[in-house]
């Protein structure tokens, strides 16, 4: 799988963009697209500019019915979140250091205790005591080619499920006695609402996401620990964003995450 990660490494790193895949540097597995995603994820860390980088979570995709109709996938696929390209909410972006800036409304959560592997698959109400706090994120992702369709659900999968960065609110434990599938959510760009949606739209909750990725990770040799931050998909649409804006996620009683945009 090497291949396949110096692939999206070169990509990610400013190299020529082919008109889509080819085909050989598809992965057939998952197993195989996760191999190269590990590869991947070491490149970007050793590259990574200020100082030691390492893994803080998970990110998952393809929790939307959108998107999975989008990348071709029968479920949500995960990516790993690193310190170099996670931020808290204020930051500044620069639109020439990214192929897109497209903005995702999410709901994240850090784990409170390590998650073991269980015969009994892991389901909303049992993962959980196994959480922390809630934080209010959005999440960047990008790619260099001429549409999404270029991705098959792998491919997804082997170059770190797009990701390219991740902005998070203040944490709350305030969520706990929330309804998330019924909160609202509504993204702002420089004061006006653009977009609005619920935890409905992130597989009917969010923490039927967290559960799937709690029973996915152990079939690639990985688990959900303590401390791990999670964040479970887009709760509105994509907002693909452009210089000049300010744009805001509110979660309402459970707080809000901004991102300004410039040249």
């Known amino acids: 799988m090497d291949k396949v990660a110096d692939f999206h490494w070169g990509i990610r790193s400013g190299g020529p963009v ?4 080819p085909e050989q540097l598809v992965p057939q597995t998952f197993t195989d697209a996760y191999r190269a995603q590990s590869i991947l994820v070491e490149r970007i860390l050793a590259a990574a500019s200020g100082g030691p980088a390492e893994k803080i979570g998970y990110k998952i995709a393809c929790t939307s019915k959108i998107a999975r109709q989008l990348f071709g996938a029968d479920g949500p696929v995960f990516g790993r979140l690193l310190s170099c390209s996670s931020w808290p909410t204020g930051k500044t972006l ?14 994240a959560f850090r784990m409170a205790r390590d998650v073991p592997e269980s015969s009994i698959p892991w389901a909303r109400e049992t993962i959980f005591p196994f959480i922390g706090e809630m934080l209010p994120a959005l999440e960047l992702v990008a790619n260099r080619f001429s549409g999404w369709s270029a991705y098959s659900s792998t491919s997804l999968a082997a170059d770190n499920a797009v990701n390219h960065g991740w902005i998070h609110g203040e944490a709350t434990n305030d969520w706990r006695e929330v309804e998330l599938a019924d909160h609202p959510v509504a993204l702002r760009v420089n004061g006006e609402n653009i977009l609005t949606g619920t935890g409905a739209n992130v597989m009917g909750h969010p923490l039927h996401a967290l559960a799937w990725l709690a029973n996915a990770l152990p079939a690639h040799g990985l688990e959900l620990l303590e401390g791990d931050l999670v964040t479970t998909g887009v709760c509105t649409d994509v907002h693909v964003s452009r210089p000049g804006e300010c ?11 901004e991102v300004n945009v410039t040249e």
């Open 18 to 21: 082919p008109n889509a895949i």
């Open 94 to 107: 620069s639109a020439a250091e990214f192929p897109m800036i497209a903005l995702e409304s999410e709901f």
């Open 247 to 257: 744009v805001q996620a509110d979660f309402g009683t459970l707080g809000t995450v």
